[in-house]
């Protein structure tokens, strides 16, 4: 059987650590780092989002608790130029911790699937 997404991701620790460097990386990105700062906040997003890449990652197998993606994002107004600064910070968390193209792929594909959820939702 191949391996799962979440298995490639190394787990709960893998994501932890993934998901601490996507939010540092957003708290220093010019584009959307003052969204962050000012979050109502930011513990329960990030332990939220760590749930998030959990569920979808593990194929649903695993609980998230928080609101889906438009809810969490309605009403910001979000723009192309934000979404797109996100996910490069994902994209670069991924590659800071050695997760190997292929699986990067798989979750650049997971992520545009949820663009228009979350651009002005
Ligand atoms: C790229 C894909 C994205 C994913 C997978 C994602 C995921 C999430 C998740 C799981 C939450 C927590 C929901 C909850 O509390 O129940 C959240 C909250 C949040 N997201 Fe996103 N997000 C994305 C893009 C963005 C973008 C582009 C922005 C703005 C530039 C943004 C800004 C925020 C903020 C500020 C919160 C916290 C809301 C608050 O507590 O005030 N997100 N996001």
């Known amino acids: 059987m191949q391996t799962s997404l979440y298995e490639r991701l190394g787990g709960a ?5 993934i998901v601490d460097s996507a939010i540092a990386a957003h708290l220093e990105n010019p584009i959307i780092g ?10 329960r997003a990030k332990r939220m989002a760590k749930e998030f890449f959990a569920h979808g990652s593990s194929g649903g197998a695993l609980p998230y608790s928080g609101k889906d993606m438009a809810a969490a994002h309605r009403g910001m107004n979000i723009s192309e130029q934000e979404y797109l600064a996100a996910t490069d ?6 590659e800071q911790h050695r997760i190997d193209e292929a699986t990067r792929n798989d979750v650049l594909a997971i992520l545009y699937s949820l663009k228009s ?4 939702a």
């Open 34 to 43: 003052t969204r962050f700062a000012n979050a109502r906040d930011l513990d």
């Open 13 to 17: 620790a893998g994501i932890d650590k």
């Open 89 to 94: 910070d994902i994209l670069g968390a991924l």
């Open 117 to 120: 959820a979350i651009i002005r």
